[in-house]
């Protein structure tokens, strides 16, 4: 198949997909490519499939102007986007709803808001802010959370995975004790990863994101896969059957369904006991044995990565908000987040802001999939002296490193995605002391990550969200919406059409767009 474009902006993920290719399995490029020219409609909100008289959809340029049951272009592109952000919403709910340790999370808001999209009788207008209601009722759940653990050192990117040890990597969301019972349960020459939100609970090493967890299992440095709950990729399980990698499920915290395992059935899916996590321990040594090893295979030394840095950013930035730090010359904190898309190259939206950015003398704060994009990049080690960061910044980590006690990176590491609840609480807080806040999710696919950047546009951030802004079918919608947000004082959710090159991220904060 004809590459379209460079698939991956990072070189280790580059080299175990040549690795992958080698055999029949077509990775989530090759799918994509096959896909391609994907469907207009669908991307600018404009094919709704909301009740069996469709599906309908309005040309953009044509003479229809409405779907079968009367819906207008604008109050179409609204309930499309409404829906996205509300299933967002209820995947956040989903997970805050067992975790929460101080309060029962408001569905309402997220109920409300699937209503009004399905029904599609209110105006643009109402349906749009019923999107942002459902937003911030999902950014409220997930502060509810306890945020991920204490500080530690790890290594990042595919170095995460041990070539001398068999190597389990956990994907997707998983609680605290599932987590735990793997970090404390696995075994001597079994090594544990993470990615896609299992980095963040147990502080496992972050192995990966959504755009190269299937190219992990497929490249054969993985011998067991223990799949969680959301941000799993549909494509893994086939990935791992393809290199004949152990694959095991875990359920929705009910005990009588069954973990999978290579087509049989295999213990309890909540994984909670020893037996569990032996279980699995075995079958990835067993799986390292038959692969002989991975000795012959040339293995990258990888970054250093300081992870879980939430106390510590909350301590030094409120310094910052209190005008001490100011004068060492910060210029701004910005957030990367979200997911991985392949219709951007894989990490190079996100290295590239995070690149300006620090350049331009602007703190950087990562969570979820960029948080370890960043990572792999080495932007998270603290030993290294080659940072691209303008001078103001490095005076600013300088003062940084003599308050905490310790050396920082210029990219602040928070947690998984599922802590972004406290992130965005953090950077509320500085908006509102006047600091220069932005947040940005410039390969957000999953409609979580819509959520998140909703809700962050409307607590006063301005937010960039790319590489498809779900609002596109109509100039009308894009209106409405900003005029929607700045009732409830937030700031303007920008897409590619408004920013359209990494250096104009910076200008944003430099400038105070976005009011």
Same mark, same amino acid.
């Given at each position: 198949m004809r590459?379209?474009?460079?698939?991956t902006?990072?070189?280790?993920?580059?080299?175990?997909?040549?690795?992958?290719?080698?055999?029949?399995?077509p990775s989530?490029?090759?799918r994509?490519?096959?896909?391609?020219?994907?469907?207009?409609?669908?991307?600018?909100?404009?094919?709704?499939?909301?009740c069996?008289?469709g599906?309908c959809?309005?040309?953009p340029f !044509?003479?229809v102007?409405?779907?079968t049951?009367? &819906?207008?272009r604008?109050?179409? @592109?609204?309930?499309?986007f409404?829906?996205?952000?509300a299933?967002?919403?209820?995947?956040?709910?989903?997970h805050a709803?067992?975790?929460?340790?101080g309060?029962?999370p408001?569905?309402g808001?997220?109920?409300?808001a699937?209503? @009004?999209?399905?029904?599609?009788?209110?105006?643009?207008?109402?349906?749009?802010m019923?999107?942002?209601?459902?937003?911030?009722?999902g950014?409220?759940?997930l502060?509810l959370v306890?945020?991920?653990?204490a500080t530690?050192r790890t290594k990042?990117?595919?170095?995460?995975?041990?070539?001398?040890?068999?190597n389990v990597?956990l %994907?997707g969301?998983?609680s605290a004790a599932a987590?735990?019972?793997?970090?404390g349960? &696995?075994?001597?020459?079994v090594?544990?990863?993470g990615?896609?939100g299992a980095e963040?609970? !147990?502080r496992?090493?972050?192995?990966g994101?959504?755009?190269s967890?299937?190219?992990?299992?497929?490249?054969?440095?993985?011998?067991a896969?223990v799949?969680?709950?959301?941000?799993v990729?549909?494509g893994?399980?086939?990935?791992?059957q393809?290199a004949?990698?152990?694959f095991?499920?875990l359920g929705?915290?009910?005990?009588?369904?069954?973990?999978?395992?290579g087509?049989?059935?295999?213990?309890?899916?909540?994984?909670?006991s020893p037996?569990?996590v032996?279980q699995?321990?075995?079958?990835?040594?067993?799986h390292?044995?038959?692969?002989?090893g991975?000795?012959?295979?040339?293995?990258p030394?990888?970054p250093?990565?300081?992870?879980?840095?939430?106390?510590?950013?909350?301590d030094?930035l409120?310094?910052v908000?209190? !005008?001490?730090?100011t004068a060492s010359?910060?210029?701004?904190v910005?957030w990367l987040g979200?997911?991985?898309n392949?219709?951007?190259?894989?990490?190079?939206?996100?290295l590239?802001q995070?690149r300006a950015?620090?350049?331009?003398?602007v703190?950087?704060?990562?969570?979820?999939c960029?948080?370890?994009?960043?990572?792999?990049?080495?932007?998270?080690?603290?030993? &290294?002296r080659d940072?691209?960061?303008?001078? !103001?910044l490095?005076?600013?980590?300088?003062?940084?490193?003599?308050?905490?006690?310790?050396?920082?990176p210029p990219?602040w590491?928070l947690g998984?995605c599922?802590s972004d609840?406290?992130?965005?609480?953090?950077l509320?807080?500085?908006?509102r002391a006047?600091v220069? @806040?932005?947040?940005?999710?410039?390969?957000?696919?999953?409609?979580?990550?819509?959520?998140t950047a909703?809700?962050s546009?409307a607590?006063?951030i301005?937010?960039y969200?790319?590489? %498809?802004?779900?609002?596109d079918?109509? &100039?009308?919608?894009r209106?409405?919406?900003?005029?929607?947000?700045?009732?409830?004082?937030g700031?303007?959710?920008?897409g590619p059409g408004?920013v359209r090159r990494?250096?104009? @991220?910076?200008?944003?904060l430099?400038?105070g767009?976005?009011?």
């Amino acid at each position: 198949m004809r590459t379209l474009r460079k698939r991956t902006a990072d070189a280790l993920t580059e080299r175990l997909m040549a690795e992958a290719r080698g055999g029949s399995w077509p990775s989530v490029w090759d799918r994509f490519e096959g896909q391609v020219p994907n469907c207009a409609f669908g991307t600018m909100g404009l094919c709704c499939r909301a009740c069996s008289q469709g599906p309908c959809r309005i040309d953009p340029f !044509g003479q229809v102007e409405t779907t079968t049951c009367g &819906r207008t272009r604008t109050a179409l @592109v609204a309930a499309e986007f409404c829906r996205q952000v509300a299933e967002g919403a209820a995947s956040q709910l989903a997970h805050a709803w067992p975790a929460a340790g101080g309060g029962t999370p408001d569905a309402g808001p997220v109920l409300q808001a699937m209503e @009004v999209a399905r029904e599609g009788d209110r105006s643009a207008e109402d349906t749009l802010m019923a999107a942002v209601r459902a937003a911030l009722a999902g950014a409220s759940a997930l502060a509810l959370v306890p945020a991920d653990g204490a500080t530690v050192r790890t290594k990042a990117g595919p170095a995460a995975l041990g070539r001398d040890e068999a190597n389990v990597l956990l %994907v997707g969301r998983f609680s605290a004790a599932a987590a735990g019972a793997f970090a404390g349960g &696995r075994g001597a020459g079994v090594n544990v990863a993470g990615a896609c939100g299992a980095e963040g609970e !147990g502080r496992f090493p972050v192995a990966g994101d959504y755009g190269s967890q299937e190219v992990l299992v497929a490249s054969g440095v993985v011998d067991a896969v223990v799949a969680g709950e959301a941000c799993v990729a549909p494509g893994l399980e086939k990935a791992a059957q393809a290199a004949g990698v152990p694959f095991f499920r875990l359920g929705a915290g009910n005990p009588s369904e069954s973990a999978v395992f290579g087509g049989a059935t295999f213990g309890s899916a909540r994984f909670g006991s020893p037996g569990d996590v032996e279980q699995v321990a075995r079958a990835a040594e067993g799986h390292f044995r038959r692969a002989a090893g991975r000795s012959t295979r040339p293995w990258p030394d990888g970054p250093e990565a300081m992870v879980g840095l939430g106390g510590v950013a909350r301590d030094l930035l409120t310094a910052v908000a209190g !005008g001490a730090a100011t004068a060492s010359g910060l210029r701004g904190v910005a957030w990367l987040g979200g997911c991985n898309n392949t219709r951007a190259t894989h990490r190079g939206p996100i290295l590239d802001q995070a690149r300006a950015l620090l350049a331009a003398d602007v703190l950087v704060l990562a969570s979820g999939c960029a948080g370890a994009a960043l990572a792999s990049a080495g932007l998270l080690d603290p030993d &290294r002296r080659d940072h691209p960061v303008g001078r !103001g910044l490095a005076e600013f980590l300088g003062r940084a490193k003599e308050t905490a006690g310790l050396a920082l990176p210029p990219v602040w590491h928070l947690g998984s995605c599922w802590s972004d609840g406290h992130t965005l609480a953090l950077l509320a807080d500085l908006a509102r002391a006047g600091v220069p @806040v932005l947040a940005s999710f410039p390969e957000a696919s999953r409609p979580a990550a819509w959520a998140t950047a909703v809700a962050s546009a409307a607590r006063g951030i301005p937010t960039y969200l790319g590489p %498809v802004l779900p609002l596109d079918g109509t &100039r009308e919608a894009r209106d409405l919406f900003g005029r929607v947000l700045r009732e409830t004082g937030g700031k303007a959710l920008m897409g590619p059409g408004q920013v359209r090159r990494p250096e104009q @991220v910076a200008a944003v904060l430099r400038d105070g767009e976005g009011a």
